[in-house]
Nanobody
Framework: QLQLVESGGGLVQSGGSLRLSCAAS????????VGWFRQAPGKGREGVSCISSSGGSTNYADSVKGRFTISRDNAKNTVFLQMNSLKPEDTAIYYCAAAPTDTIQAMCVPGYVMDYWGKGTLVTVSS
């Protein structure tokens, strides 16, 4: 089965850290750019961060710059999102998605057509 599976979400206090993982199964991520998106209750989907297939290019939303770091390990077929200094406004369901493109700035805009989406992992930051 071709799918992306997110993990690592949970409940954390403001100022804390979490590391999300996005693992691909049934296909290789080597040729795919991968993005992290989030959707807070009552809000639209937001592009958080994207990374090119090689890992050489990354893109971040202004709201997470300096706090979040995206990375990938193609040998493990996994992309990570390290989230530090978490704030209550980071509370959301976080999704990863993959597309065979390296125009990651465009990819990080909600509405870009992705080949694969995960089902999401919930991140809750308490104040």
């Amino acid at each position: 089965q071709l799918q992306l599976v997110e993990s690592g979400g949970g409940l954390v206090q403001s100022g804390g850290s979490l590391r999300l993982s996005c693992a691909a199964s049934g296909f290789t991520l080597d040729y795919y750019a991968v993005g992290w998106f989030r959707q807070a209750p009552g809000k639209g989907r937001e592009g958080v961060s994207c990374i090119s297939s090689s890992g050489g290019s990354t893109n971040y939303a202004d709201s997470v710059k300096g706090r979040f770091t995206i990375s990938r390990d193609n040998a493990k077929n996994t992309v990570f999102l390290q989230m530090n200094s978490l704030k209550p406004e980071d509370t959301a369901i976080y999704y990863c998605a993959a597309a065979p493109t390296d125009t990651i700035q465009a990819m990080c805009v909600p509405g870009y057509v992705m080949d694969y989406w995960g089902k999401g992992t919930l991140v809750t930051v308490s104040s």
